[in-house]
């Protein structure tokens, strides 16, 4: 009898077992029954997929709910600042129209009054003399009230604007941590999925240029890092600077963080070329968050 070593018979099983399981359906039946150990049934592995599915739906469910409370919420503050914007115009435009009435009585007197001063030449070079050096010192005084109400209506405009532009930043604000506690709980309260504010003090200045404090917000789930930021606008430096954010942390705690993400309403145009260079994946607006929704839940949940 010919004598073989393990590799050969290796070589032997490779080359002939598929042409036996083809021909024997003893033998592959033989075959299964040893290897069914290795694989999950197709029952249990088609449970486990539905279940999965079904939780996507569920998720979706909340998203779309969160998505229309937002929606409403930013159309009535949109329509509160039209109908301020509205009244501001109506009394810029009443005490504009103000402005004219009095000009145009102002320059009827001087009108009268120019008259009376050519008659009055005729009877005496003096007398004019010092009506023009009185009416000179009034000029001066008309124009320096003038000048004192343009400032004042500079001073109320730009009241204005800061006014507005405050509630903005506010309303930015207040949208950003809602959102953030409502999907943290809907993280961790449903998936189990730890999801944490990581705040730490960048001595060396290596994010901001100088000394500051560094805040990202980690979702964690079995050894997976994914640093998320949410804002209610995201520039072409913020990009920059969440990307040096997430490196400090890699390089503080030796940890690879696998996927950086950014959810914000407003996306400055110049800075998607950024998030693409870097890696950062964007979620906007209904449009393009869709495409990428479900992606992102599946990774969330595995």
Not at 43 to 72: A, C, G, M, N, P
Not at 113 to 137: D, L, P
């Amino acid at each position: 009898m010919v004598e073989m070593n393990i590799e050969e018979v290796k070589k032997i099983i490779k080359n002939e077992l598929p042409k036996i399981l083809k021909s024997d359906p003893s033998f592959r039946r033989y075959i299964l029954q040893v290897t069914k150990l290795y694989y999950p049934p197709k029952k249990k592995t088609e449970d486990r997929i539905e279940q999965i599915y079904q939780q996507i739906l569920q998720v979706e469910e909340r998203f779309e709910k969160k998505w229309e409370e937002w929606s409403k919420r930013w159309e009535e503050t949109q329509a509160e600042w039209n109908r301020k914007w509205e009244e501001s115009q109506k009394r810029w435009e009443e005490t504009q129209a103000e402005w004219n009435r009095k000009w145009e009585e102002s320059q009827k007197r001087w009108e009268e009054t120019q008259a009376e001063w050519n008659r009055k030449w005729e009877e005496s070079q003096k007398r004019w003399e010092e009506t023009q050096a009185e009416w000179n010192r009034k000029w001066e005084e008309n124009q320096k009230t003038i000048n004192q109400i343009l400032l004042r209506l500079e001073k109320i405009d730009r009241r204005h604007l800061y006014t507005i532009g405050a509630l903005g930043a506010r309303w930015g604000l207040y949208s950003e941590e809602s959102f953030r506690n409502g999907l943290k709980a809907i993280i961790e309260e449903s998936f189990r999925i730890e999801v944490m504010r990581y705040i730490d003090y960048d001595h060396t200045g290596e994010v901001f240029g100088h000394p500051d404090q560094i805040e990202l917000d980690l979702i964690i789930r079995n050894g997976m890092v994914i640093a998320c930021e949410i804002k209610s606008s995201m520039s072409k430096s913020d990009m920059y600077t969440l990307w040096r954010e997430k490196e400090f942390y890699e390089r503080k705690h030796q940890r690879k963080v696998d996927r950086v993400i950014v959810i914000s309403p407003m996306v400055d145009p110049r800075a998607k070329p950024v998030a693409e260079k870097l890696g950062i994946e964007i979620y906007t607006h209904s449009d393009e968050f869709v495409e990428t929704e479900e992606k992102n839940i599946e990774d969330i949940t595995k």
